[in-house]
């Protein structure tokens, strides 16, 4: 059973406009969000993160926003460049901040940024 | 900072046979450090977290006395794959977790195991 969800496998967007990928979750307990990207056979890179109590983390071109109640986070990136093209992962992990908790990923979503 | 490495980076053996895979935080000591695998278009499953001096926590299903984990001090861990069968062929990653950043999670550059 998914507890972290990508519904979306891929995603077109063209150079300079917004890309939004989207996640959803079912486990009430995390309380930590993160996404990732990831290029084929490299480990993910740490993008950005959102603690629960927030519903809005900006980093730069990275802003990923939180809906508890709709147990949904999305991820924008504005303006899309093409070395965004890779595959992203939202993960999760619960318990309180600081614990070492394993992540729980979603499938991911390939996103590419045509020109 | 944060960097992890894993070595080696690929492994092809014969089955029957043990493949161990090492996890390096670089510049920072991780107090904790995890092992993921991930099968082709899946997302990454976490096998294990693993703490220095301290016995590793399995998740649900993944066979601790196939998957052998040591974390020995604050900068290593190891991943072995005892008697390893073509099933066992994934993409392995570590991450470690530690410093400053320390709900954050780095990640290694993955292991790619194909057992033949």
């Known amino acids: 059973d998914q507890q972290v969800k990508q519904n979306s496998p891929s995603l077109s967007v063209q150079e300079g406009r917004i890309s939004i990928l989207n996640c959803d979750y079912t486990?009430?307990?995390?309380?930590?969000f993160l996404w990732y990207k990831k290029y084929p056979a490299e480990g993910p890179t740490f993008l950005i993160s959102?603690?629960?109590?927030?519903d809005k983390n900006e980093d730069g071109r990275f802003t990923v926003f939180l809906n508890k109640s709709a147990k949904h986070l999305s991820l924008h990136i504005v303006p899309s460049q093409p070395g965004d093209s890779a595959v992203y992962f939202c993960?999760?992990?619960?318990?309180?901040?600081?614990?070492?908790?394993?992540?729980?990923f979603g499938k991911g979503t390939h996103l590419i940024i045509q020109p | 900072g944060a960097v992890v490495s894993q070595h080696p980076s690929w492994v092809i053996c014969k089955s029957g046979t043990s493949v161990k895979i090492e996890c390096r935080s670089l510049?920072?000591?991780?107090?904790?450090m995890f092992w993921y695998r991930q099968f082709p278009k899946q997302s990454l499953m976490l096998m294990a977290t693993?703490?220095?001096?301290?016995?590793?926590?399995?998740e649900q299903g993944v066979e601790k006395d196939k998957f052998l984990i040591n974390h020995a001090s604050l900068t290593l861990s190891t991943l072995t794959v005892t008697s390893a069968h073509p099933e066992d062929s994934s993409f392995y990653i570590c991450?470690?977790?530690?410093?400053?950043?320390?709900?954050?999670?780095?990640f290694g550059p993955g292991t790619r195991l194909t057992v033949l």
């Open positions: 991450s470690a977790q530690g410093g400053l950043s320390y709900n954050e999670q780095f």
């Open positions: 486990n009430s307990m995390f309380d930590y």
């Open positions: 959102i603690s629960s109590i927030k």
């Open positions: 993960a999760a992990s619960g318990g309180s901040g600081g614990g070492a908790d394993g992540l729980t």
């Open positions: 510049d920072f000591q991780a107090t904790t």
């Open positions: 693993s703490n220095e001096g301290s016995k590793a926590t399995y």
